[in-house]
């Protein structure tokens, strides 16, 4: 009887075995499945978005079909369209009108810009720049004068800018930048050109800003294809990770991993000087106030020698233009009042609509941005006063008693602060 039952078990233990591997099996089947799927699932999304975003061979057909038809023409245009030594590299792309590459110019490193939108509004959600009209570069036309689109340029800096005294002498520094070969006439085609351009915030404020440190310069222009200097390092911070991993990385973390990949206290500090001092470029400037609308750490970069510079400057705005197209737009709460993600009004809630005047100003944007960027790392000696100065700085008020006294106040005291401690480096 025992016999028998040993047989029975002994008969038994192989089909258990035998279910056991074909449970393993599927398992391992149905497992390795999944992950084909999902990685296959990310792949294509990741392609589908590169596709959308880098369009950069469909911007070089637009403004080489129109250069070679002689509707536009510009410095790049010869070796953007003929012989193509201005070509583009890396994409770093973020939304799919504009587009932005690393490039190589003969030989030079830049940072080329293009437009793609073909829809001509206003949207204050998304962009406050005219996109591309429906008829690319139809304006000037055949056979306005000089005289003439020196009065459209004019027209269209005092609705930008508001009604500076010294609007003329601007108007002659975009003839001077528009005459691309430098004969001393501006052609249809470069007019055309210049006249595209001009909508964007960006290309006007590296027009006028484009004798300070901190502006990338303007390499030359295509259309509204346009070539600004290389940035060695492109953001604040000196890591970068694909969108992907980006996802499932908790934002505190993220934080702490961005403190690790900085350059070192005095060298942070001395990209922070030349934050403050761009925004002393930007506040009452020659031609007006101009917003920073998003202080984010991508949108600023340095060089090898540590100074700052702007990588984007596409939301920084003239903040006549800003009020002007704010002022009467309808809302439910201050939530509704907000361009880019720095430049905030209040909303009237007796009319219901957006109030004209920007809550914070540039300064307390940057010290919002520095605060965490400085005060890590920083010695202890300063690390008191520094976080004290920092926090007085964020929270400046556009609508406080004196706010521009206040505000040179406590921007030359902070430079003092860091230059102190860092003057008497190599990092100086």
């Known amino acids: 009887m025992a016999r028998s039952l040993c047989a029975g078990a002994w008969l038994r233990k192989p089909h258990y075995l035998q279910a056991r591997l074909s449970y393993m099996r599927v398992k391992y089947l149905f497992f390795s499945w999944l992950v084909v799927f999902v990685g296959s699932w990310v792949i294509y999304v990741q392609y589908s978005t590169y596709t959308e975003l880098c369009r950069g061979k469909d911007c070089k057909k637009i403004i080489c079909d129109k250069y070679k038809t002689g509707v536009i023409d510009g410095p790049a245009c010869s070796s953007l369209c003929v012989t193509e030594t201005l070509y583009l590299g890396k994409c770093l792309s973020t939304k799919p ?15 080329v810009k293009c437009q793609m939108e073909q829809t001509l509004h206003l949207d204050f959600g998304t ?29 269209l800096f005092k609705a930008k800018l508001g009604d500076q005294g010294n609007l003329s002498e601007l108007v002659n520094l975009i003839l001077t930048v528009a005459d691309g070969d430098r004969d001393g006439q501006v052609s249809l085609g470069e007019a055309k050109s210049a006249w595209a351009l001009l909508q964007l915030n960006e290309f006007l404020l590296m027009v006028i800003l484009q004798d300070k440190e901190h502006t990338p310069k303007l390499m030359g222009f295509c259309g509204d294809l346009y070539v600004m200097e290389s940035v060695e390092y492109t953001s604040l911070y000196g890591i970068s990770l694909p969108w992907v991993i980006e996802l499932f990385i908790p934002s ?166 860091l230059w102190k401690k860092i003057s008497y480096t190599n990092d100086s």
Not at 98 to 103: F, T, V
Not at 142 to 147: E, H, L
Request: proline share 4%; net charge negative.
């Open 127 to 155: 962009e406050l720049e005219p996109r591309k009209e429906i008829v690319l570069f139809d304006k000037p036309t055949r056979g306005t004068t000089v005289q003439k689109f020196k009065e459209m340029v004019y027209s």
């Open 97 to 111: 009108n504009n587009q932005m590459y690393l490039g190589i110019w003969d030989n030079l490193p830049g940072v």
């Open 252 to 417: 505190g973390f993220r934080r702490s991993m961005d403190q690790l990949f900085t350059p070192s206290w005095p060298r942070k500090a001395k990209i922070a000087i030349g934050l403050l001092e761009f925004v002393e470029d930007v506040f009452h400037g020659p031609y007006g106030n101009f917003l920073m609308c998003d202080t984010s750490a991508k949108n600023l970069g340095y060089n090898e020698k540590y100074d700052l510079k702007m990588v984007d400057m596409r939301k920084i705005v003239p903040e006549t233009n800003l009020k002007e197209l704010i002022k009467d737009r309808h809302c439910e709460s201050d939530l509704d009042c907000v361009y880019g993600t720095d430049c905030r009004t209040s909303c009237d809630q007796s009319t219901m609509k957006c109030t004209s005047e920007v809550i914070q100003p540039n300064l307390a944007k940057a010290c919002q941005l520095l605060k965490d960027y400085l005060l890590h790392g920083a010695p202890s000696e300063i690390r008191e006063e520094l976080e004290k100065q920092l926090y007085s700085c964020i929270a400046l008020k556009v609508t406080a008693n004196q706010m521009e006294m206040e505000h040179s106040l406590i921007l030359n005291n902070l430079k003092t602060l």
